[in-house]
Every structure is written in C-alpha cells, then in structure tokens.
C-alpha cells in the first residue's frame, strides 16, 4: 500500500488530505463539522472494497442520552439502564456491513460468522449479529446489509482504532483485496 500525505492551503486553512493508492482503504475519519448531528461525531465510515461499505458507531454516555430523549414515558428509564450495562464495561460499538449486488447463494461476504473485529490487540468480549436485510434485485442478486453489536473489555489508553474484515475473505484471490484480508480495515475515532 503506497500512502501519501499533502498539504493544501484552501482558504487559509491547513487541510491534510491522506492520498491512498492501489485499491486501498479509504477511511472518513475527520471530525464532524461545526453544527453538525451529535451522533456524526461517533461514526466512522470506510469503503473496503466494490461495493462494500462498512460503518460503525462508537457508544457512550452521550449516544445513550440521546437514544434513551427519544423515548417518551417510563419506559426511558429501563431502557437508559439496558444502554449502561451494555455500553459502559469499555469500548462498544455498532457496526453496520453493507454488501451491494451480491450473488443470493453462496456469498462468502454474507456470512455473518465469518466477519471479525479487533481494537489493536484486543479481541472482542461479545460479538452478536443482530440484523440481517437482504434486498433481492431482481437479477439473481442482492444487496445485503448486516448488524452487528461488538464490545471490547476496557482498556490501557481505549480503543481508538477499530479494524474490521472477514475471515471469509482471505482465499487465494481475497474478495476485499489482500490488505483488507489480512489486516482489516481501520476505523479511527
């Protein structure tokens, strides 16, 4: 993988652009605009090959403010509390893999066990896939998108770094390209 950093003057501001070359990784791992949503500012978003996007949400104590201010009534409480438990051991995450015109039968990439997580060395404490969406196209063919709720034990200096990818994926031609197959893809926060 050749990387390259510029820097470009727009404006009068400093913008560093991260130039990735042969097929590799593009993270948006930049801060949020100003004014922008409070939940932008925990989602991390990569394109890990044709068509497959992968985007995770870190949690914290905010994320769980605002989930819990939508709902209305007593049921908030409970749920605030479900959000704690399951949010505040260490580092949790949601992570959404959305593969785009896939074959219906037999996708390597659509195998829900198959996909693996780290946070640097970390392996995680709980990982559950707790939604699958599979949208025919007609053609033999399917967009399919998955849910999953990873959690990592807490830890020396945090989880800053996420790395994503499947282990379907390393074969002798990787679907994801080999760097992805070996090493994931990373999620910076």
């Known amino acids: 993988m050749v990387r390259r950093t510029a820097n470009l003057r727009a404006g009068g501001l400093l913008a560093n652009v991260l130039l990735l070359a042969g097929g590799a990784v593009a993270c948006a791992h930049s801060h949020a605009t100003p004014g ?52 505040r051991a260490g580092a949790s995450f949601t992570v959404v893999v959305e593969l785009a015109d896939r074959p219906l039968d037999g996708d390597v990439l659509a195998d829900g066990d198959a996909w693996w997580f780290r946070c640097g060395e970390l392996r995680p404490t709980r990982v559950e896939l707790v939604a699958v969406d599979r949208h025919p196209t007609g053609d033999g063919r399917a ?47």
């Open 36 to 87: 922008a949503a409070p939940i932008s500012t925990r989602e991390r978003r990569a394109v890990i090959g044709d068509g497959a996007v992968v985007t995770a949400t870190r949690w914290d104590d905010t994320l769980v403010e605002l989930t819990v201010a939508e709902v209305p009534g007593p049921g908030g409480a409970a749920l605030r509390e479900r959000l704690r438990a399951r949010h």
């Open 143 to 189: 967009h399919v998108r998955m849910g999953f709720d990873v959690g990592f034990a807490a830890a020396k200096g945090g989880c800053n770094t996420l790395q994503v990818g499947s282990a379907a994926a390393r074969s002798r031609r990787p679907e994801l390209g080999r760097h992805v197959a070996r090493h994931g893809a990373p999620l910076r926060w």
